[in-house]
């Protein structure tokens, strides 16, 4: 029988909770310097990519060799921030959640694809690791409500909130996208104005933090999240 949530259903415009996890549950994080790559990986894909600045600073006489490679590989990775919105993620030790829409119908498959071959390379050349990262294929299920996208968020947020004893600090142990729906820092791939739009708009005294603190209804999103919880 296959894994839940590995057979993917990709619609146009569609809303996806994605998320995997190590190899037997295994760490895929193991310090600061893996999160701050996997989140510099995000930047890279989902901010616009300025390819007449890049030529530049190529073409520049003054610009170093090492400038000018990092350049020329950045101008050569894709490039997703026509296709991809980002409105949550969380990284914690053992696995990530991102919560995205797409415009076509399988462009998702190739973000997470290439995300996930890059950073793998990463961790095996860091810690000469031999063998896979992750538990088979990514996992991606469809959002089909407002309901279950404002609660998928809670449950996203939560996981790295949980792990740090329900602290609502701003610098998060765990990366998580939490800090921009409280508005303590502002990530121009981080999507989060539409969440928030739904709480002045249709709830102006109910905050999105109280939103967090009541306590987890799995009921509405049971069929997105993890196999165990």
Known sequence: MPAKNSIKQY?????????NRGVNKQDIFFDKQDYSVFLSYLKEYLLPKDKDVLRSLISNPEKTWQEKG??????????????????????????????????SSNVIDHFIKSIGVRYSMYIKRKYNRIGPLFQGVYKAVLITSDE??????????????????????????????????????????????????YFYKNSPHF???????????????????????
């Open 70 to 103: 990092k350049a020329i590989k950045s101008l050569g990775l894709c490039n997703f921030s026509d296709e991809i919105s980002l409105f949550a993620f969380c990284l914690i030790p053992n696995h990530f959640h991102l919560l995205s829409q797409q415009k």
């Open 11 to 19: 619609l146009e415009n569609g809303y996806y909770h994605i998320y």
């Open 148 to 197: 279950q996208l404002l609660y998928l968020t809670r449950y996203i947020h939560r996981q790295a909130l949980n792990l740090q004893g329900d602290t609502l600090q701003a610098q998060e142990r765990y990366p998580s996208s939490f800090g921009e729906y409280l508005g303590l820092r502002k990530t121009p791939w981080v999507k989060s104005e539409k969440i928030l739009d």
């Open 207 to 229: 905050s999105y933090e109280k939103f967090i603190r009541q306590s987890q209804d799995s009921q509405i999103i049971s069929r997105l999240i993890l196999e165990e919880e």
